[in-house]
C-alpha cells in the first residue's frame, strides 16, 4: 500500500498542525480542530440558503433557477460527533454543480449530547419534510435522493432501508455500516492513516452513549439489516478508498445492495485515505469521485 503523493502531503500538512489524537479530547474541542482550517469554496452555486427542514436545520443549494430539480439530501460525516453546514459546505456545493440539481445539506443534532437514535430521527425526519415541500423549494418530490460520508452515509443507507419515503437514487461515501468493527481492514489500517480504529470506537462509543441500539442493531450497522430491508434501496453508488478502517464493510454493503437486486456502482480508490472525497480541491481523485458522484446521480434520474 502507498499513498498516492498528493493524498500524502495533505496528510503531511494535517500531521503538522500537531493537534492531540480525536480520542485525547473533547467533542466540543474535536468539533473546534475541525472547524479551526475551514477555507471558503471556489466552487459558485446559483442560489444557497439555510431552511428550516421541518424542525431540522439545512441549508439548500440549486445550481439552477429550473423548476423540477432533482433533491439530494445530503448528511456530513463526522462520526455523529463533529461536522457542520459549513464543514461540508465545499462537497455540498460541488456535488450540486457536478449533478445539475439541488443538495439539502442537513445539520442533523450530534452525539454524545443527542445519541443515537436522534441523528437517524433528524435524518428521517428531514427526508420525509423534503418530500412533503419539494415543489416549494423548486424541486420535484418524485425526484429525491439520499447520500452522506462516512457516519453521514451510515445515516442515508439507514433512511433508505427504513423506506419512509420513495427514493431515486442513494450515494455512499466510505460509510460506516457495520460498527462492530471486526473487518480485516480494520485491522490492517487500525493506525490509519488519518481515520484509526481508535477513533471510530470513540465516535461510536458516544453515538450509542444513550443506551439505545447497539452495534448489531441495523439501524446502527445497515450491513446486518434482512434482505428485504436492503431491497427497499434506490439504485446506489459506492465509493470506498485503499487506506480506510471502512473500506471492507463499505463494499460488503455493495455485494449486499447487489445480490438482491439493487443496481449498484461500486468504485474503490487506489492510494487515497479517509477524507478524500471533501478535499477535490487539493486531491485530483477527489474532483474526479465527485464529479462521478454527480454524473451518477444525474443519470440515473435520466433513465427514470
Known amino acids: 500500500m502507498e499513498l498516492h503523493p498528493q493524498a500524502q502531503a495533505v496528510l503531511d500538512t494535517i500531521a503538522s498542525f500537531g493537534y492531540p489524537p480525536i480520542t485525547e479530547v473533547s467533542p466540543s474541542e474535536a468539533r473546534e480542530i475541525r472547524r479551526a482550517h475551514l477555507r471558503p469554496s471556489a466552487v459558485d452555486v446559483h442560489e444557497i440558503h439555510d431552511i428550516d427542514a421541518g424542525g431540522v436545520p439545512a441549508r439548500l443549494y440549486r445550481p439552477s433557477d429550473d423548476a423540477g430539480l432533482g433533491l439530494l439530501l445530503y448528511f456530513h460525516g463526522g462520526g455523529w460527533v463533529v461536522g457542520d453546514l459549513d464543514t461540508h459546505d465545499s462537497t455540498a456545493r460541488a456535488l450540486a454543480a457536478e449533478s445539475g440539481q439541488a443538495v439539502l445539506s442537513v445539520d442533523y443534532r450530534l452525539a454524545p449530547e443527542h445519541p443515537f437514535?436522534?441523528?437517524?430521527?433528524?435524518?428521517?425526519n428531514a427526508t420525509r419534510w423534503a418530500s412533503e415541500h419539494a415543489a416549494e423549494i423548486g424541486c420535484d418530490p418524485l425526484r429525491l435522493a439520499v447520500g452522506g460520508d462516512s457516519a453521514g452515509g451510515n445515516l442515508a443507507a439507514a433512511v433508505a432501508q427504513l423506506g419512509a419515503v420513495p427514493l431515486r437514487f442513494q450515494l455512499l461515501v466510505y460509510p460506516v455500516t457495520d460498527a462492530r468493527c471486526n473487518t480485516s481492514s480494520y485491522e490492517e489500517?487500525?493506525?490509519?492513516?488519518?481515520?484509526?480504529?481508535?477513533?471510530?470506537d470513540w465516535y461510536i462509543a458516544h453515538y450509542l452513549s444513550g443506551g439505545?441500539?447497539?452495534?448489531?442493531?441495523?439501524?446502527?450497522?445497515?450491513?446486518?439489516?434482512?434482505?428485504?430491508?436492503?431491497?427497499?434501496?434506490?439504485?446506489?453508488?459506492?465509493?470506498?478508498?485503499?487506506?480506510?478502517?471502512?473500506?471492507?464493510?463499505?463494499?460488503?454493503?455493495?455485494?449486499?445492495?447487489?445480490?438482491v437486486g439493487v443496481p449498484t456502482m461500486l468504485k474503490r480508490y487506489e492510494g487515497m485515505f479517509h477524507g478524500f472525497f471533501a478535499l477535490p480541491e487539493a486531491i485530483d481523485a477527489g474532483r474526479e469521485a465527485v464529479a462521478e458522484a454527480g454524473l451518477g446521480f444525474r443519470q440515473v434520474l435520466a433513465a427514470q
Do not use: Q
Open 189 to 200: 489500517f487500525r493506525d490509519g492513516p488519518y481515520l484509526t480504529r481508535a477513533s471510530m
Open 117 to 124: 437514535p436522534a441523528p437517524l430521527d433528524d435524518a428521517v
Open 212 to 259: 439505545e441500539g447497539a452495534p448489531d442493531d441495523p439501524r446502527v450497522s445497515p450491513l446486518l439489516a434482512d434482505d428485504g430491508a436492503l431491497a427497499k434501496s434506490p439504485p446506489t453508488h459506492v465509493i470506498t478508498v485503499e487506506t480506510d478502517v471502512l473500506r471492507d464493510e463499505g463494499e460488503a454493503y455493495a455485494a449486499r445492495l447487489d445480490a
